[in-house]
């Protein structure tokens, strides 16, 4: 996979990329992540990257012409899957669309800063928008640096035990059982006796039971037609 990301703030990625499983899945050749300075195209003598909202108003935006000679230079060596841009109005992310995304192989990420980019970018060179959350941060980075998180540890390699990255929450739309380490008594908090058995068949089903009590107490939209004792709503 190789991921290429276009900001104004490259150095806001050093940490969160250099750490962990990111920094193992680059170091092991599994994922290549590019960093681009949107500035670095600019084309003004004060290499400026935005301007004053056309009509009016508060707030700076993100300019045209440097965000798309970068994506234009950067098009002609890569044949990118997705061209996305971090908004707060794009698709909200999820399991299921990282999952989606996980299978396709160069991704072109988008951060916009200030009141947003020019929208003639949105509508002729991306070909998707992708949401953290409903609430505005201050730039795409961050929003980046998730959906980036999101993608790598699902490519097959990343993860020491790669099953691992299947029985996480969300998949199967359920959210993950508790899990416990030692010690067995921590001044008296112990863990359920069940996980000590050694009878497999028996974890297994603890785990999916209290998968399904999770997921009823927390998140009850995520699987509402399934398995409840009393059978589906109506
Ligand atoms: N004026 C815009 C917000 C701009 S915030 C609006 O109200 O919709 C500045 C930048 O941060 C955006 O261009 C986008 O790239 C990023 N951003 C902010 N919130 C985000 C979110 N929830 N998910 C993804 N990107 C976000």
Redesign the pocket.
Known sequence: MRIDILTLFPEMFDGPFRQSILKRAQEKGLVEINLYNIRDWSTNKHKRVDDYPFGGGA?MV?MIEPVVLCIEELRSVTDYDEII??????TR?NQGIANHLSLKTNFLI????????DERIRQYFITRE???????????????MVLTDALVRLIPGVLNDETSALTDSFQDDLVSPPVYTRPYDFRGYKVPDILLSGNDKEITRWRHEQSLLRTRERRPELNSDQESPSGPEQ
């Open positions: 707030g993100m841009y971090m908004s707060p109005d794009g992310l988008l951060c916009g800063h200030y009141k947003g980019i992708i949401s953290i959350g409903d609430y505005v941060l201050s730039g795409g980075e961050m929003a980046a």
